[in-house]
C-alpha cells in the first residue's frame, strides 16, 4: 500500500455512520436482543474484564 492510498482515507471513516441493511427495523431488533441476552452480555464483558486483570497482577506478582 502506498502512502497514497494511506491518506486518501478520512480520518472519521471508522466513526462514520452507516446504514445498517435491515432499515429502521435492525435498531429495534438490536435493542430487542440485547434485552433478552443482557444476562449473557454481562457475564462475557465481567468475565474478559476479569482476565485481564488476573493476567496484569500475575505478571506483576510473578514478574
Do not use: Q
Not at 480520518?11 to 455512520?17: D, H, L, N, R, W
Not at 452507516?18 to 441476552?37: H, M, T, Y
Not at 452480555?41 to 465481567?46: S, W
Request: charged share 15%; proline share 10%.
Amino acid at each position: 500500500m502506498c502512502r497514497s492510498e494511506l491518506r486518501s482515507v478520512p480520518p472519521g471513516a471508522p466513526f462514520a455512520p452507516v446504514r445498517p441493511r435491515g432499515g429502521a427495523a435492525a435498531p429495534r431488533r438490536a435493542r430487542a436482543w440485547l434485552v433478552a441476552e443482557n444476562d449473557t452480555v454481562t457475564m462475557v464483558v465481567l468475565f474478559v474484564f476479569g482476565g485481564v486483570f488476573v493476567a496484569k497482577g500475575s505478571g506483576v506478582l510473578l514478574g
